[in-house]
């Protein structure tokens, strides 16, 4: 049972424009959702996370965005960079069990 | 750097033996989290503890256990392994337990099982 579904397992964006990536959830009970980025060889690093009270938040090129209704979220970096080029991951959690929920994750190619 | 420390990098092994992998917390976080990483299964939950004891156990098998020791390292052992348990293990800490601190993750150890 997949809670936490990227059904994108991957994306190519052209430097400068906007790469949006998406992430749905099953369990209503996730009050806390977070983005990891990975690079090959390296563990995950922590992105950009929001809180279920809130719809937006943003931390300079990262924007994610939550829709409780539909058990949607969406990061949206703006304007892409080659650098960005990682593999996605987002993750939901019941905040008061710390135990993170992973999807499968979407690889970000930012074309030059 | 995350400041989680895990070791070894790699481990190649056969099957039906046994493995132990190490994780060094950051400085100050009590809490350590264990995930598996398979090709297909993307990152899972194993085992969490708190300050030495276990506090949450996701889809971890029973021939694998872990503890946390009281200088808050932690092991995942892996016992009688098969080919499936070929994998990447990471292990994260974070300051509290069922906060919203954030974790931070190791660079793992991949496990290649022949």
């Known amino acids: 049972d997949q809670q936490v579904k990227q059904n994108s397992p991957s994306l190519s964006v052209q430097e400068g424009r906007i790469s949006i990536l998406n992430c749905d959830y099953t369990n209503s009970m996730f009050d806390y959702f977070l983005w990891y980025k990975k690079y090959p060889a390296e563990g995950p690093t922590f992105l950009i996370s929001?809180?279920?009270?809130?719809d937006k938040n943003e931390d300079g090129r990262f924007t994610v965005f939550l829709n409780k209704s539909a058990k949607h979220l969406s990061l949206h970096i703006v304007p892409s960079q080659p650098g960005d080029s990682a593999v996605y991951f987002c993750?939901?959690?019941?905040?008061?069990?710390?135990?993170?929920?992973f999807g499968q994750g979407t690889t970000l190619q930012v074309k030059p | 750097d995350s400041g989680v420390t895990q070791t070894p990098k790699h481990l190649i092994t056969a099957t039906g033996q046994r493995v132990t992998l190490r994780c060094s917390p950051r400085s100050g976080d009590l809490s350590v989290y264990w995930y598996q990483q398979s090709l297909d299964q993307g990152l899972q939950f194993l085992i969490q503890?708190?300050?030495?004891?276990?506090?949450a156990k996701g889809n971890i098998l029973e021939r694998f256990s872990a503890q946390q020791f009281p200088d808050l390292h932690s092991e995942l052992n892996l016992s009688s392994l098969e080919l499936g348990d070929s994998a990447l293990y990471f292990c994260a800490s974070r300051l509290g337990q069922g906060s919203t601190d954030t974790q931070y993750f190791g660079p793992g150890t991949r496990l290649t099982v022949l």
């Open positions: 503890y708190y300050n030495g004891e276990e506090r």
């Open positions: 929001i809180s279920s009270i809130k």
């Open positions: 993750a939901a959690a019941i905040s008061n069990t710390g135990k993170l929920i």
